[in-house]
Structures are given as structure tokens and as C-alpha cells.
């Protein structure tokens, strides 16, 4: 099989938040549909929806009760393959969010397997006795606060849901329900899908037992015992035996803690499992360990992890490039400045994202610059996660000033505000008022200011992927890092046989004179690209502009 993947740039599509066709205020199939020439001219590869499949919307689409139809919010099945008929049509390929690791309480077999203990859909999910106390089997806490377990009270036992209760974990160990995934994913393979983003695909294999964590006070998560458990790469080499391997097709596994080693046993092709997966390290640099929990975040420390990542995946295995997604805050506000310089900032990231080894993915209103949101008060947002913690915290008396500024910085509604598309009422999002605020800087960020000026962060994201398109090396190419002790830049070449590239990226607001040491022979290389309009570096003796990027590049 070619990997096509390799070289292609990949956009993710949030759809309740893309555009909305039908005045509901709700984005929609045929939404993405009317904004395939947009993508197209941004110079996208792949595009990748999150959910779009029949859901109650506990979890906006993360939680799917019917695999093999589509939302009545999105559309209709005749929908998806016209939406599919057309991306290729349009020279483009796209891949569908598999949510497998959980159904939503609503599926069909969640619905029997709850209906009694001797119902031969019951073994799909995980049940287990209550103690002899009446507890719940263990002490694990979900990812959206509160216990793991959910106690039935018709059978008596309590079942496992390491997100929301409405998402019950399915049952791995279970033969018959592998089965259900090979069938689900050949139906959409079927349908022409060029592959999937894997959810969470490393939570799918729990320890056998199911064991407390040891020394806890109260709830914590059991990550140890369920994310990259023992029969993991089992059940995906069968996967991949059975289906992928059939296809011309790429796969992507969302895999929260994995270190590179563990990443390079998904991903080698020798080991037959997936193309790449998402590692959380980078992201995870202002986090003591779950999400609310902060720390300061380091440039040093960023590039350290991004660096790492980059030696370790390449000549084997293969990396995913990515600063956001519907799960982050934007990547803007996070790692650059989304006020004074914003346009300097987004364009600096851009030109990290790429330049460096592996599949970037851009997601939805990155190529814009948007921002962050602040809403007055909770009730404004939607998010399960945000609004569990909210209650939790509330509950243990954290002032509601502290529990909003958690939400301001690390909160997923910010990623999740509708696409701004012009500077009409919604921006041009929908006709109706939207699911969710929009972020209220669309009268002045948004698309079509951005598409028609040539200075433009989208036009700079237009020209970096063709740029990316164009040169070898970003593909292929060695990475090398330099200056590793700076506290403020992060540098490094792109090396194959045919160009040598060199990258300089200023992370911080500062400015100040570098000095380019002689071996780095900049002064015979080409500026192809900078982020602030530069014409020449003109000597070894540069100043260094507030979150400055450029590219040099040597043909060999
Ligand atoms: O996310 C899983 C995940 O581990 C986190 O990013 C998660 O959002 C949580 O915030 C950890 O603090 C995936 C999906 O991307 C996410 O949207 C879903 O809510 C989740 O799985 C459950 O399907
Ligand atoms: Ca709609």
C-alpha cells in the first residue's frame, strides 16, 4: 500500500460547529458540503469529521447509538455519500471519527445488555457485582467527574463508563463484539471512507480483575489499568489484519499517555496495527496530570517534548503534527498571543506545524487565528466535561471565580464556537441563533476578511501547506535541532538528498539579536518564508522579531 498519509494534510471538521444549511443552528452535513471549495483552496488533503453518526449528544456525537446512520441534526445517510461522492470528486479524501471503546446507553445492545443478567448481549459491556458493602467495585473515576460505575438497579450490578454514564464501556474481551467493529468499519469502508480517527483507542483492553488503584484517597482515574492494557495490540493487529489492511486507507488512534516507545508498538509497519496515533505529551505541558490540574507552561519544555517526539518517530513509525483540536483550547491563545500578536503568533505555529516530521492536521478556524472565549457565566456553555467539573468543584466549595478561570483556560467550548465566516449576524455560521455562543471577535476575525487579504493567517496557512506540498525534505527529510538550551527559540533543519531546509521559530513576545554561528551557512541559503513580511536576513547578526518564523532553504 503507498502512504499517501505520509504527505497529506489533514483538516478537522467539529460538524455541529462548521456551518449550518438548514437554519437550525446546528451545522450539518450539507453545510460541509457548500464549504468543500474553501478547503480546497486552503490546500487540504484529508478531511476528518468528528461523529456524525446517530447520538443522543451526551457527548456531542461521542456517543453513538446507531454506527450505520447519521444524526437527523447532520443529514440524512444519502447525505454522507453524496458529502463522500463529492470530496472525491474534489480530489480530497476524508476519514470518520470510530468511537468504539464505548456505545452510548442508548445503543441497541446496551438497551438488551441491560435488560437482564442472561441476555447474550449482557457480555458487551462490563458488569460486575456491587460490594458486599454496596459500593462500586473499584475506585475509579470517570473522565467527566464521579464514579466510573453506574449502578443498574433491574439486574443489581453496576457497569463501567470511563467517560459519561451515558457511555458504557463495550466488552474487548468479547469476540462477538470485535466482530461488531470489523462489520462497522468495512460498512463504512464499503462507502468509500479513506480511514478512521480512532477514539481513545488505547482505553479498549482492561486489566483482568479490574483493581482499585492502590493507595488512593477516594476517586482517581485507573489510567494504569485500562489505557494501553495487556491485550491491546492484540485486538488492533486483528483489526488490521481482518479490514484495514484490505484498503488503500489511514488510521489515526487518539492514545492519551503513551511515551514514544509505547507509540512505536501502534505504529511501526511491521507491527501491523495503525498508521499513526495522537500522543498527548506536548499538549500536556501545562497539566500536572488530569485537566484542571495546572501548571506554568515552558517553551522549554514544549520544544523538549516536540523535539523528542520528532527524533523518536520517522525512520520508524511515523508521527501526527497537531496543536489543537475539539478537545483543546485554540492553539492561538495557548501557545502564542492571541491579542498584540496574533497574527505573528498563529503564523509562527503554523510554520512549526508544517515543517516538522509527521501528518499535520489543522483544525477547524486555526487557519483563521481564532481565540479562546470567556462567557459570563456557566450557563452559557455546553460542554459535559466542563459542566461536571463545574459541579464537582461547586460541590467542594471552589469559588465560582476559580472554577470560570479553569474553564476560560482549559475548557472545550473554546474549540467548539461556530466557525466564523463573515461578519454577518452569527457570522455567517447560521441564519438561526447558534447551539453554542460564537466567540463575539467575528466581526473582525473571520473568513472572508481573511481570504480576500494576501497577509492574511489563512493565507499564510495556504502558502505554508503548499510550501510543505512542494518540499521533499518535510516529508522525508532528518530532523535536527539546534540551540537546545534557548529558553525562547526552537530551531532545527530538514535534511534529505535533495535540500537541506533550516527553521527558526521565536515562541516568545520578545526581541532580541542572535547570532547565527558560521557552520549553519545561512547566508547561502534561500529565505523562502517569513511570518513578518521579512526580505533578507542580511548577516549572521539577526534581530529577532516578537514571535518571528522563517525558512531557509538550500538546494543540494
Ligand atoms: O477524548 C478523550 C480524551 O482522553 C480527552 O481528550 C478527553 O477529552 C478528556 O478531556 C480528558 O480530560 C475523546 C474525544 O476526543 C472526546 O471528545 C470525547 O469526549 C472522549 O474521547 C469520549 O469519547
Ligand atoms: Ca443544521
Known amino acids: 500500500m503507498s502512504e499517501w498519509w505520509k504527505k497529506a494534510v489533514v483538516y478537522q471538521i467539529y460538524p455541529r460547529s462548521f456551518m449550518d444549511s438548514n437554519e437550525d443552528g446546528i451545522g450539518d452535513l450539507r453545510g460541509i458540503e457548500g464549504k468543500l471549495d474553501y478547503l480546497k483552496e486552503l490546500g487540504i488533503d484529508v478531511i476528518w469529521l468528528s461523529p456524525v453518526y446517530k447520538s443522543p449528544g451526551i457527548d456531542n456525537g461521542y456517543d453513538i447509538s446507531d454506527y450505520r446512520d447519521i444524526q437527523d441534526e447532520f443529514g440524512s445517510l444519502r447525505d454522507m455519500e453524496q458529502l463522500i461522492s463529492k470530496i472525491h470528486e474534489k480530489g480530497m479524501k476524508i476519514l470518520m471519527d470510530l468511537v468504539v471503546n464505548h456505545t452510548s446507553d442508548q445503543h441497541p445492545w446496551f438497551i438488551e445488555s441491560r435488560s437482564s443478567k442472561d441476555n447474550p448481549k449482557r457480555d458487551y459491556y462490563i458488569w460486575r457485582d456491587p460490594n458486599p458493602d454496596?459500593?462500586?467495585?473499584?475506585?475509579?473515576?470517570?473522565?467527566?467527574?464521579?464514579?466510573?460505575?453506574?449502578?443498574?438497579?433491574?439486574?443489581?450490578?453496576?457497569?463501567?463508563?470511563?467517560?459519561?454514564?451515558?457511555?458504557?464501556?463495550?466488552?474487548?474481551?468479547?469476540?462477538?463484539?470485535?466482530?461488531?467493529?470489523?462489520?462497522?468499519?468495512?460498512?463504512?469502508?464499503?462507502?468509500?471512507?479513506?480511514?478512521?480517527?480512532?477514539?481513545?483507542?488505547?482505553?479498549?483492553?482492561?486489566?483482568?480483575?479490574?483493581?482499585?488503584?492502590?493507595?488512593?484517597?477516594?476517586?482517581?482515574?485507573?489510567?494504569?489499568?485500562?489505557?494501553?492494557?495487556?491485550?491491546?495490540?492484540?485486538?488492533?493487529?486483528?483489526?488490521?489484519?481482518?479490514?484495514?489492511s484490505k484498503y488503500d486507507i489511514m488510521t489515526v488512534g487518539e492514545t492519551p499517555n503513551v511515551t514514544p516507545e509505547i507509540a512505536h508498538q501502534y505504529v511501526d509497519k511491521e507491527r501491523g496495527e495503525l498508521s499513526m496515533v495522537f500522543q498527548f505529551e506536548h499538549i500536556n505541558t501545562d497539566i500536572k496530570g488530569t485537566r484542571w490540574q495546572l501548571k506554568p507552561w515552558t517553551i522549554s519544555e514544549f520544544k523538549k517534548v516536540i523535539s523528542k517526539w520528532q527524533k523518536a518517530l520517522g525512520d520508524s513509525g511515523w508521527n501526527s503534527v497537531y496543536l489543537s483540536n475539539h478537545d483543546q483550547p485554540r492553539s492561538v491563545s495557548r501557545y502564542g498571543n492571541d491579542t498584540k500578536y496574533l497574527q505573528e503568533s498563529a503564523k509562527m505555529l503554523c510554520t512549526m506545524d508544517m515543517t516538522i516530521r509527521g501528518t499535520p492536521y489543522v483544525y477547524q478556524g486555526e487557519e483563521l487565528g481564532m481565540t479562546n472565549v470567556r462567557f459570563d457565566d456557566i450557563a452559557s456553555y455546553q460542554d459535559v466535561e466542563s459542566l461536571g467539573m463545574y459541579n464537582d468543584y461547586k460541590a467542594k466549595g471552589i469559588p465560582e471565580h476559580d472554577i470560570m478561570e479553569l474553564i476560560y483556560y482549559r475548557g472545550r467550548d473554546s474549540a467548539r464556537t461556530p466557525m466564523q465566516w463573515d461578519s454577518s449576524a452569527n457570522a455567517g455560521f447560521s441564519k438561526a441563533r447558534p447551539w453554542l455562543k460564537l466567540n463575539p471577535n467575528y466581526t473582525w476575525l473571520n473568513a472572508a476578511e481573511e481570504v480576500k487579504n494576501p497577509d492574511s493567517i489563512f493565507n499564510f496557512y495556504k502558502k505554508m501547506i503548499a510550501f510543505r506540498h512542494e518540499h521533499s525534505a518535510i516529508v522525508d527529510g532528518d530532523f535536527k535541532e539546534y540551540f537546545e538550551d534557548h529558553d525562547r527559540i526552537f530551531a532545527y533543519e530538514r535534511t534529505d538528498a535533495n535540500e537541506r531546509l533550516f527553521i527558526l521559530l521565536n515562541f516568545s513576545a520578545s526581541e532580541f539579536t542572535f547570532i547565527m554561528p558560521e557552520e549553519l551557512k545561512v547566508n547561502s541559503m534561500r529565505l523562502a518564508i517569513s511570518n513578518i513580511g521579512r526580505k533578507e536576513l542580511g548577516g549572521n547578526i539577526i534581530k529577532i522579531y516578537p514571535y518571528e518564523s522563517f525558512v531557509l532553504v538550500a538546494e543540494k
Not at 449502578?151 to 467517560?163: A, V
Open 134 to 244: 454496596g459500593s462500586a467495585p473499584n475506585n475509579w473515576e470517570s473522565h467527566f467527574s464521579g464514579s466510573a460505575w453506574q449502578f443498574d438497579e433491574k439486574t443489581g450490578q453496576y457497569y463501567l463508563h470511563i467517560f459519561a454514564k451515558e457511555q458504557p464501556d463495550l466488552n474487548w474481551e468479547n469476540p462477538e463484539v470485535r466482530k461488531e467493529v470489523k462489520d462497522i468499519a468495512r460498512f463504512w469502508l464499503e462507502k468509500g471512507v479513506d480511514g478512521f480517527r480512532m477514539d481513545v483507542i488505547n482505553f479498549i483492553s482492561k486489566v483482568p480483575g479490574l483493581p482499585s488503584v492502590p493507595n488512593a484517597k477516594g476517586l482517581v482515574r485507573g489510567n494504569m489499568f485500562y489505557m494501553n492494557g495487556p491485550r491491546v495490540h492484540e485486538y488492533l493487529h486483528e483489526l488490521n489484519e481482518d479490514v484495514f
